[in-house]
């Protein structure tokens, strides 16, 4: 069985770079996007099996990459994990709204979020 590919979407450097190694070193194949165009071109491109989504970018939001990735036919089945320092009420009700699985406050633990990812994957593979 091949590596679960995990897409990393997020506009700060730092953040991406330590969600790689924790996922590489869980034993993820990762790509990554620092901004909504380029993560939906990758959607469509790399298909991944789960998709770890910041909220707050410049140009295209995540909720509205989130929207359009569950918008398509051919990728709305991917989970989408939201991973923001939005932690009210409202963002976490708009991002399951727009179909996200789940919302991960920063800052995290590297051992949430790999529970998280492996939950939802195991949801999609069952």
Same mark, same amino acid.
Request: glycine letters at 4%; aromatic letters at 6%; proline letters at 6%.
């Given at each position: ?5 995990? =897409? /990393?979407?997020?506009?700060? +450097? $730092?953040? !991406? ?9 869980? #034993?993820?194949? %990762? ?10 071109? =990758? /959607?469509?491109?790399?298909? +991944? $099996?789960? !998709? ?9 939001? #995540?909720?509205? %990459? ?61």
């Amino acid at each position: 069985m091949s590596k679960p590919k995990i =897409l /990393v979407v997020d506009d700060e +450097p $730092d953040v !991406v770079a330590f969600m790689e190694r924790t996922l590489k070193t869980e #034993g993820f194949d %990762v790509v990554s996007a620092f901004d909504g165009i380029s993560a939906l071109d =990758l /959607v469509d491109a790399e298909k +991944p $099996d789960l !998709v770890l989504l910041d909220l707050m970018m410049p140009m295209i939001s #995540g909720y509205e %990459v989130c929207e359009q990735i569950k918008a398509n036919p051919q990728t709305q089945a991917i989970p989408i994990i939201c991973v923001s320092s939005a932690n009210t009420a409202d963002a976490r009700a708009h991002t399951f709204r727009l179909g996200a699985a789940t919302l991960i406050v920063k800052p995290f633990l590297p051992m949430e979020l790999v529970a998280q990812i492996r939950r939802y994957l195991k949801q999609e593979q069952s």
